[in-house]
Nanobody, 129 residues
Framework: QVQLVESGGGSVQAGGSLKLSCVAY????????MAWFRQAPGKEREWVAG???????TYADSVKGRFTISRDNHKVTLFLQMNNLVPEDTAMYYC???????????????????????WGQGTQVTVSS
């Protein structure tokens, strides 16, 4: 069983930066596959970025070049560095983990759904213009 706890959200002006953290607690086998999602009011949850077990990263087009996903060396804390924030980034941000594999790599995080894997409670990010 894995528990995820996010932190680091807050309110910033457009152009500002925030760094989100997500600590994983519990036990698991191997390296967790982890990702960040977000959900704005009245919208569906959307995938933001994923981190594969081999360290490779993927990003949604809307955040590419502005956000960076990373993990600490102990592989229990996931980060999301968010730069040049815009009001459209305002949302609840969720950390997710899943250990399903496909051909040796993590099952693509952009395909994860809320009814599988592990999810944190979320941290709010608000960007004002």
């Amino acid at each position: 069983q894995v528990q995820l706890v996010e932190s680091g959200g807050g309110s910033v002006q457009a152009g500002g930066s925030l760094k989100l953290s997500c600590v994983a607690y519990g036990s698991w086998y191997g390296t967790l596959c982890m990702a960040w999602f977000r959900q704005a009011p009245g919208k569906e949850r959307e995938w933001v970025a994923g981190l594969d077990s081999d360290g490779s990263t993927t990003y949604a087009d809307s955040v590419k070049g502005r956000f960076t996903i990373s993990r600490d060396n102990h592989k229990v804390t996931l980060f999301l560095q968010m730069n040049n924030l815009v009001p459209e980034d305002t949302a609840m941000y969720y950390c997710a983990a899943d250990n399903r594999r496909r051909q040796g790599n993590c099952y693509p995080s952009e395909l994860w759904t809320a009814d599988s894997g592990y999810w944190g409670q979320g941290t709010q990010v608000t960007v004002s213009s």
